[in-house]
């Protein structure tokens, strides 16, 4: 927004607000800023419920969750991305931009890691063995390259197992001596 249409009182409609944020445009506070001076200077008394600035600010806030969501996410290793993490971002997405999230979309990209995840069974914790064998970490490797393209993503679920399958090894070692 510039200051030409506050000074004019061009005010977005509701309907024209909506459409932008669903056509991906980000609403920043300053937009919000220059639609609520509008509006008040419009209607002499200031942002009304429902109308522009509300709406403006609603789509402006939906559209912050849903940054800090997606950085909350990318901050995870891929393997560790679950099915949970792909439904929160794929909500906060549709409320940010108003509709729901089709192809291409970022809840779409992440949907597929967590697809791809869940079926390799990398991000369920609940009824991983307390005991990890060199194989199971194997195992683990293999799938996990298959998945990422003949790369093991640093961090992954994979690396944790070869982690803890080579300290469950040297604590036996240490304890039974060497074989």
């Not at 439904?87 to 291409?104: C, H």
């Not at 003949?150 to 982690?163: E, F, I, V």
């Amino acid at each position: 927004m510039d200051q030409r249409q506050v000074m004019s009182f061009d005010l977005p409609t509701v309907a024209e607000i909506q459409l932008a944020a669903e056509r991906g445009q980000r609403i920043t506070q300053d937009d919000v800023s220059a639609i609520s001076q509008a509006e008040s200077a419009l209607t002499g008394r200031g942002p009304s419920r429902g109308g522009p600035a509300a709406t403006a600010q609603s789509l402006s806030m939906r559209q912050m969750n849903f940054e800090n969501k997606v950085a909350e996410v990318s901050r995870k290793p891929s393997s560790a991305i679950s099915l949970e993490d792909a439904e929160e971002i794929q909500a906060t997405e549709g409320r940010a931009f108003n509709q729901p999230p089709g192809v291409g979309y970022i809840s779409a990209q992440v949907r597929s890691i967590a697809d791809s995840n869940d079926a390799l069974g990398l991000t369920a914790t609940a009824n991983v063995p307390a005991y990890i064998t060199k194989d199971d970490a194997r195992d683990a490797q293999h799938a996990e390259a298959t998945v990422y393209g003949g790369q093991n993503p640093r961090g992954g679920m994979a690396a944790q197992m070869q982690s803890a399958a080579d300290k469950i090894d040297n604590a036996r070692r240490g304890s039974y001596g060497s074989y």
